[in-house]
């Protein structure tokens, strides 16, 4: 026997008499068939409700805001689901209404007025409204910086981010996959990208800006929580999209000042025993050629930041935490720990110049 199909259970000829029918009047199989799929609809929404609340917390999340404007951008989430669940429970209901109670034939007038009124009247105004009550939140979100703001340049990289501060001494300096922040405090970051469109988001904090190359885009967001939270590039940028990650502290004002003070400084090489050979397998290695060390020989640009690589939440751009084992890692074996990145594996060092390497690097903290 021949398995039907969805398309065979609603034929078109039967879709276009069923409409008849609730125009005209009648038996409305249609509004059976719109039943059933909507009592199926119910339990698919209440079954995932509770994998849904449980992707609501975390440090990744736009549900769990801790920031203004992503507050906006929750509030404006739960307001428009709250709308349209307000809408598929009256729909839901109404389909129930006329399967279950009203079976009985219905006139041309009320026919006409049920689909003038409920789809066209209804729907019109409701989406106006929810139209109207998002757009009243854009003001607020294209602002301009206000005085005081703090600003961070952030540009993308296939796959890293290369933050750059202004230094409290003046000038600028540089760091990588990792951004701080005062809390309470405005920021406005400017957007850059070198290669192909990225797009920069801090779920926790407020919403996406696209970083695109030969243009600078902002953003505007003010922390309002400390804590540690995730970044992510949101726009698909090629083979290692998904690991182009970054974390943002969020620290009260005096912590933020501090780190601002001592990320400006030259590295620090907290390696007791033999500081001078790490940095010396590091620029014999050619490593200085695309990575900087301020305070040393190594003034590379076309790489991260490597300073106080060691200090920082993650290397290889959120993927892995610091320490001796990834680093050595990520030197010998960087394409299959991250693919298509421009830094090529160092595989052909020794097991030995690769642990002074990584020694070297987990010390500049
Ligand atoms: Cu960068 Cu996706």
Known sequence: MRTRSFADCIPSAEIIASVRRVVGCRAPRLVRVG??????????????????????AGVQSTLSPAGKQADDLATLFWGLSIGTAVIWVVVV???LYAAYVATGPL?????RKLIVGG???????VLCGL???????LPGLLAAAPDGALTVRVTAHQYWWRVTYEAPSGGTFELANEIHLPVGRPVEFQLESTDVIHAFWIPSLGGKVDMIPGRRTRLLLEPTR????RGVCAEYCGTSHALMGLFVVVQPEADFERWLSSQAQPAISAQAGQPTKGANVFLATGCGGCHSVRGTL???????????????????AGITEPGVDS???????????????HMPAFGMLSQDDVLTLAHYLDGLK
């Open 35 to 56: 039943a059933r799929w909507s009592a199926l609809s119910a339990k698919l929404i209440t079954g995932s409700a509770s994998l849904f609340g449980a992707g609501c």
């Open 93 to 95: 209901g109404l389909a």
């Open 107 to 111: 006139s041309h007038g009320a026919g």
């Open 119 to 125: 789809g066209i009247v209804v729907p019109g105004v």
């Open 131 to 137: 139209l109207a009550y998002s757009l009243s939140m």
């Open 226 to 229: 400390v804590g540690t939270y």
């Open 298 to 316: 190594a003034k590379g640009t076309i790489g991260p930041d490597l300073t106080h690589v060691g200090g920082r939440r993650s290397i290889g």
């Open 327 to 341: 680093f050595a890692a990520f030197i010998a074996r960087t394409g299959e720990i991250k693919p298509s990145i």
